[in-house]
């Protein structure tokens, strides 16, 4: 079946422009999820949504970053006045009432 | 908050070695323990996974695991390594406390090198 697929997989962004990223998740899948990969490092988590409704924010690193599930299914990520440090892999991840995650791709960012 | 410890950052074996990659977890309440494994071009996805029961779990592709709770570890093992178990491994944990504390928590991963 489908599985967590995100959009874009590259993106390049120049300092100071925003960003949005797409996740769409598997489908019925309750709990959502953002990650943040940085080189050589593993996940380190950024927020969760439980259908539409965002429970946990506490891993977003600045007010420059907010995420949206507004139906509760396809979630968006957004980075805005976008800064050198942003530049990793986001993740997202899917599951059933938060049991195992299923993760998506990923998308890189690279801000010059 | 739960932190993950994984050692090894690399590690080179030859094929049908076999392998031990360790993990230690800090957290004081009960837990979930997954292993992920990411291929090169590929996504991450789950190996095998602890929730309760018996502390030795068996995953895909022969991988097994341990969980070990007096000594907070869960290390992976697989007897005799493929050169196709080229690929970053990561731990990880999720506390099971109440709440909404349902997030993983991962280790730095560990890249795992078979040589054929």
């Known amino acids: 079946g489908a599985g967590v697929s995100q959009s874009p997989r590259y993106k390049v962004a120049k300092r100071g422009q925003d960003v949005a990223l797409r996740c769409d998740p598997i489908s019925g899948h309750v709990s959502l999820f953002w990650y943040q990969q940085a080189l050589g490092q593993g996940p380190e988590f950024l927020t969760y949504?439980?259908?539409?409704?965002?429970?946990?924010k506490s891993g977003l690193p600045s007010d420059r970053f907010f995420a949206e599930r507004p139906e509760g299914s396809v979630s968006t990520l957004k980075i805005q006045r976008t800064q050198q440090e942003d530049s990793a892999v986001y993740l997202c991840?899917?599951?059933?009432?938060?049991?195992?995650?299923?993760f998506g791709p990923g998308t890189r960012l690279t801000v010059l | 908050a739960q932190s993950v410890s994984q050692h090894n950052h690399h590690v080179i074996l030859s094929e049908a070695a076999s392998l031990e990659l360790g993990c230690n977890y800090s957290y004081g309440g009960t837990v979930n323990l997954f292993w992920y494994v990411q291929y090169p071009g590929q996504h991450l996805q789950l190996l095998l996974k602890?929730?309760?029961?018996?502390?030795l779990v068996k995953g895909i592709k022969g991988f097994e695991a341990e969980f070990i709770k007096s000594k907070f570890s869960f290390n992976l093992r697989k007897p005799s390594v493929q050169w196709s178990d080229t690929a970053e491994y990561f731990c990880?944990?999720?506390?099971?406390?109440?709440?909404?504390?349902?997030?993983?928590?991962f280790g730095s991963g560990t890249q795992l090198t078979v040589l054929p």
């Open positions: 949504f439980q259908n539409e409704a965002q429970l946990d």
């Open positions: 991840a899917s599951s059933e009432q938060a049991d195992t995650q299923y």
């Open positions: 990880a944990v999720k506390a099971r406390a109440g709440g909404s504390a349902r997030q993983l928590t």
């Open positions: 602890y929730f309760s029961g018996d502390p």
